[in-house]
Each structure stands twice: as structure tokens, then as C-alpha cells.
């Protein structure tokens, strides 16, 4: 089998050297792994580092603008070859150590779809002065997942995890229209309604703040999100 990793990237310079080689440390086996690098119109040294990862193993992708994270796992798939594919962000929140936890439900053949739930614990937090504004992502991931879960007839305690593996096939012929992060909700209402089951395992991440290069906007992406939801129960 063979797994397609897909990084879409904004403006991640400082971090995208680590995950890059974390991802290439990864043992996955049995599968086959290929990377692909989808710079969605980077500013900062981003590009310049991506140009020394042009190997066989990883496939770089521009944007010649930035276009948003749902239009750039879209580029991503289109190019992805991989029997399943993984979707990885750039800003070491996620660590590929839990790949292979990902993978494990669907090597024994107890799931198809499988997503890193951050949600059943706290949220782990760097210091005090963030705690008002990781509670309040919290919660309002909480209400959007439990929004899935009624709207969609599944339990989902993670709707907006960044980590979600599904087959290729199940997204060849599927229509995606998301170009920021409202990719999350519709990929998640997009894989229901065609009847596959998700399987939660659960992840630790680091999340970090927005003087840190955070770009998810609670409110807003939040508001995108219900929204999205809302729509794909009733239209495709």
C-alpha cells in the first residue's frame, strides 16, 4: 500500500525544516510513502527551503498566491497517488509520531477513515495568558463537533482535527469547494453522507499561539465552519 502525506504550507519557514525531516524519520511500514508539498504562496523563506526538498520522495507544489489551506490539501490531492491519504500541517502542532496511530485501526482493517482527536481531554496550553483564547477554541470545537454528530448520525468528538486519513478513492470524484479551513467540515460531511464510518485515536499536539504564526481565527473560521455544516447536510 502506499500512503500520500499531504503539507499544504503558508508561510512556515521557521518550522517547515523539522517537520519535513520528522516526516521522513517516520517508519510507516507496510507502506510506501510519498510526500507533497503544497506552498500556498509563501512571503517568507518558505519557497527557499522547499527548494532543497525536491526529491524523489517529495513533491513540491506552488501557488503563485495564497489562495488558502482547503484550496491547497485540493491541489494535494490532485496530484496524490497513495492508496490512502494523510493530511499534515506545517507548524509542528501535530507530531508525525502519531502516524503510525493514525494507521493502525486501518492495518487491522477496523476502519477506513480515521482522525487524531485532540478533544477528550484539556487542552494543553504553553502559559496562562493563552488560556482565554485556547478555552475559547476549545469549546467552540466541542460545539461544532457535537453539531457533526447531530446533523451527520456520528459520534465526532474532533471534527476540526488537521490529522484525517481516508482512502483516495473516497475523494477522487468527490467535489470539494473549500479553500480556507471550512475543508474540515466539508470533507468530514462529505465522507458521512457517502457512508464511511470515522474512527477516532487519540493525539496529543502543541498548539500555539497567533503571535506564533497561529492564522485559524476562532470566530470567524468558527462561523465558516457552521455554515458548512449546515449546507452539506442538505445539498452536496
Known amino acids: 500500500m502506499k500512503l500520500s502525506i499531504i503539507v499544504p504550507v503558508f508561510n512556515e519557514g521557521k518550522s517547515i525544516s523539522e517537520i519535513l525531516t520528522k516526516l521522513m524519520a517516520v517508519s510507516i511500514k507496510p507502506f510506501d510513502v510519498e510526500i507533497i508539498v503544497v506552498d500556498d504562496g509563501s512571503t517568507d523563506e518558505t519557497k527557499k527551503k522547499l527548494s532543497l526538498y525536491k526529491t524523489e520522495n517529495i513533491n513540491v507544489l506552488i501557488h503563485d ?15 496524490a497517488t497513495g492508496d490512502y491519504v494523510l493530511i499534515q500541517d506545517a507548524d509542528l502542532e501535530y507530531d508525525p509520531k502519531y502516524i503510525s496511530t493514525l494507521l493502525s485501526p486501518i492495518l487491522n482493517n477496523n476502519a477506513r477513515v480515521v482522525y487524531g482527536t485532540r478533544l477528550k481531554r484539556l487542552p494543553r496550553l504553553h502559559n496562562e495568558e493563552k488560556k482565554m483564547l485556547f478555552l475559547i477554541h476549545f469549546i467552540g470545537n466541542r460545539m461544532l463537533s457535537l453539531l457533526t454528530s447531530v446533523l451527520y448520525g456520528q459520534w465526532i468528538t474532533d471534527m476540526e482535527t488537521c490529522y484525517k486519513v481516508f482512502p483516495r478513492k473516497a475523494v477522487a470524484g468527490m467535489k470539494l469547494h473549500a479553500k480556507g479551513f471550512e475543508f474540515e467540515p466539508e470533507i468530514t460531511a462529505k465522507l458521512l453522507k457517502a457512508g464511511y464510518r470515522i474512527v477516532e485515536v487519540p493525539i496529543t499536539t502543541v498548539p500555539r499561539g497567533y503571535d506564533e504564526g497561529k492564522k485559524l481565527h476562532t470566530i470567524r473560521d468558527g462561523f465558516k465552519a457552521l455554515v458548512t455544516l449546515l449546507k452539506y447536510r442538505f445539498v452536496n
Open 65 to 79: 498566491k495564497n489562495l488558502g489551506k482547503g484550496s491547497a490539501v485540493r491541489t494535494g490531492i490532485k496530484t
